[in-house]
């Protein structure tokens, strides 16, 4: 009786809140204050799969539904990153009958890790696919070992995992568990030094022993080794190998995969989700070709025109270092003069004026490579310190706190605008930015 | 000249939040004193000899690592005493202080033992806890300074030697505001603060290189980390 209650109020809240775009966590909220073991009363019709990680888990869950769809599947999915325990309920309690029924061939959950022993109280996936796990928010995560553990709790024994290869951290994940790995052959932009400051496997997961790369991909993910006890790479099912970075093909097992969004890490992610997607009895070649048509959100990343000048918005997470480094690594692809504008504020969930995190980006990189950096938000002085000791020259560093004043700085410097940003700021920068 | 010699002590074990920024502000403020300088990086079962070295730099970790730190950490007990007592500058930001009391408990229940340079105990709790810090150093009690926690133990007994008399957010102790935050001996310098503390504090960070650096110090510009830390201030004191 609960149960129907709740299905009842959650679709009705999920009808009304539509229109005002508050029908993504409130009805699923709403429902387990009713029932708090909704979860675990749906049937499924299909296979569930998870998704989860530190980085990348919205676009590689969103490829995972748009290669099912593609072929012709019914998906439910909560595609707008809507993956803490209410996001989930919405979109389970949205597909399902009023018996708790989901007919749908296939569920994808994007799940934050942080919350993934409470989503998987009282229901599990068939199988999980975990992207990576870096240091992550640590004012809300903790750090990786702290991750590690609320997963192995919410892991049972019976889900399937679907792991990077590349990552030794999350490559270790639940080692009883069934299991398969994909990852990437070294490519022409594989490094063999690593070239972000961020590196969470400088020491064996095992056994602490010394870790030895042969390549790097992007931070901790590449070719390892242990000095001590051994623990390597371990042998992947699916291999992304043969990597043009010019035109934007590469291979998975053989099979040709196209994307205009070349960097490292989407590659992994492409091939995290062809390797799910196949795990899900989908046919290899099929889910290859399907992925090559995938368009990246918007909302992660939009290109615009600002007056003559060209603009790109490229989102990271939330003090998350290694999100940061990927837009860098993103921004470096493009070819002409640039200027990289970027919001930083206070943490965003607390109000805490820390800004440590800014010491685990490799700003660096972009030392040589951009006419400016325009700095603004609450902390932006915070960042013009941190670029001082980056080794960027003064007049090169522009910084203008207050936001309404933005566009005026940002209009006297030259070349294309990249604004790098956190999600939540995305916003309000755009508004200035575009006007 | 001869260059000052620098130790990262276990920098693949406890590297946990940007860290790597305290050592980054002494090197460049040492460039612009146009002191050379170079880093050494030693871990598990290296050997290591302190009096080569001016400074040495720990930084805080995830509780395993630091409890294989703490196992090493053990073994160099009289060398690292005696490197205190010989005026080595030391530098321990946040959990990596526990290797400098008694003893500390970690959350699956070991008690591991510390070098004793200090009497206080530490404990895991497994929970993470974060605060905002604005706090008087010892050396210089006008001015203030910035401070982030995120930690999940705490000290026990840390009765002497305070480095920050602490006006704002937690300190040693339970996760309520305190009194007093970290140690200051001889130049042994140990704070609950993470990250790059000596960035944040450019007054911090001029005493570690006053001292470091003796007759040779030279004072350079540190407008823009003053004006940071200011604003800062100014939100928070508010």
Request: proline residues 3%; charged residues 20%; contains cysteine.
């Amino acid at each position: 009786m609960k149960m129907k209650l709740a299905l009842i109020l959650g679709k009705l809240l999920y009808l009304l809140g539509k229109p005002f775009g508050k029908s993504t966590n409130l009805p699923g909220e709403l429902a387990l204050k009713i029932c708090p073991h909704l979860l675990g009363k749906f049937r499924f019709d299909g296979k569930v799969l998870a998704v989860t990680g530190s980085n990348g888990k919205t676009s590689t869950a969103n490829m995972v539904a748009y290669i099912l769809k593609q072929q012709g599947y019914t998906v439910a999915h909560n595609a707008k990153g809507s993956n803490l325990t209410g996001g989930v309920a919405t979109t389970l309690l949205t597909a399902a009958s009023l018996s708790g029924r989901v007919r749908r061939d296939f569920v994808v959950l994007e799940v934050d890790e942080r919350f993934s022993r409470l989503i998987f109280r009282d229901f599990s996936p068939d199988a999980l696919l975990c992207t990576n796990l870096f240091r992550d928010q640590l004012t809300r995560n903790g750090n990786v070992d702290v991750i590690l553990e609320k997963l192995h709790e919410a892991i049972r024994p019976s889900v399937k995992l679907i792991l990077n290869g590349n990552d030794p951290i999350s490559a270790d994940l639940a080692p009883a568990n069934q299991r398969v790995y994909y990852g990437m052959a070294q490519t022409a932009q594989s490094s063999q030094k690593c070239l972000n400051i961020t590196h969470d496997a400088k020491v064996c997961p095992r056994c602490f022993g010394r870790m030895d790369y042969s390549y790097y991909h992007y931070n901790h993910i590449g070719g390892f080794r242990c000095t001590k006890c051994g623990y390597t790479n371990p042998d992947w099912r699916y291999t992304a190998d043969q990597v043009d970075f010019a035109s934007g093909d590469f291979t998975i097992n053989g099979y040709r995969v196209h994307t205009d969004y070349k960097d490292l890490f989407n590659l992994l992610n492409i091939t995290a989700a062809v390797a799910a997607c196949s795990e899900l009895g989908l046919d290899l070649e099929q889910c290859c070709r399907a992925v090559s048509t995938f368009v990246p959100l918007k909302q992660r990343y939009d290109e615009f025109q600002v007056g003559d000048r060209r603009a790109v918005m490229i989102l990271s997470k939330n003090q998350n270092p290694v999100s940061f480094d990927q837009s860098i690594s993103h921004l470096l692809e493009r070819e002409g003069e640039k200027t990289v504008v970027v919001f930083i504020n206070n943490i965003n969930h607390t109000g805490h004026r820390d800004t440590t995190w800014l010491y685990d980006i490799s700003f660096e990189r972009l030392l040589g490579k951009v006419n400016a950096i325009v700095g603004t938000g609450p902390r932006a002085y915070d960042l013009a310190v941190r670029l001082k000791l980056a080794g960027f020259p003064s007049e090169q560093v522009r910084i203008e706190r207050n936001l309404s004043q933005l566009k005026a700085v940002v209009d006297k410097t030259r070349g294309d605008i990249c604004i790098l940003t956190e999600l939540y700021d995305a916003k309000s920068i755009l508004e200035v930015i575009s006007k | 000249m001869n260059p000052i010699s620098i130790l990262w002590l276990y920098d693949d074990l406890l590297d946990l939040y940007g860290d790597w920024g305290n050592l980054l502000a002494v090197t460049k403020g040492l460039d612009a004193m146009e002191i050379p300088w170079h880093i050494d990086h030693k871990s598990l079962g290296d050997e290591t000899d302190f009096s080569q070295y001016q400074m040495v730099y720990l930084g805080p970790g995830k509780a395993r690592n630091l409890a294989q730190a703490a196992k090493d950490f053990v073994q160099k007990k009289k060398q690292v005493l005696d490197a205190v007592e010989q005026d080595v500058l030391f530098l321990a930001t946040g959990n990596s202080r526990l290797l400098f009391g008694k003893s500390f408990t970690g959350a699956d229940g070991e008690t591991l033992p510390g070098i004793g340079l200090f009497d206080y105990t530490g404990e895991e709790t497994g929970n993470v806890f974060v605060s905002d810090v604005v706090a008087y150093p010892v050396f210089a009690p006008q001015t203030a300074s910035y401070g982030f926690i995120n930690r999940t133990a705490h000290i026990h007994g840390n009765t002497r030697d305070p480095l920050f008399a602490v006006s704002y957010g937690a300190g040693d102790g339970q996760e309520t505001p305190a009194q007093q935050e970290g140690n200051l001996y001889r130049n042994f310098f140990g704070t609950w603060q993470l990250g790059p503390v000596l960035v944040k504090n450019p007054v911090f960070l001029k005493e570690v290189l006053r001292r470091l650096t003796g007759e040779r110090f030279r004072d350079w510009n540190t407008t823009a980390e003053e004006l940071a830390l200011k604003l800062t201030l100014s939100e928070i004191l508010k």
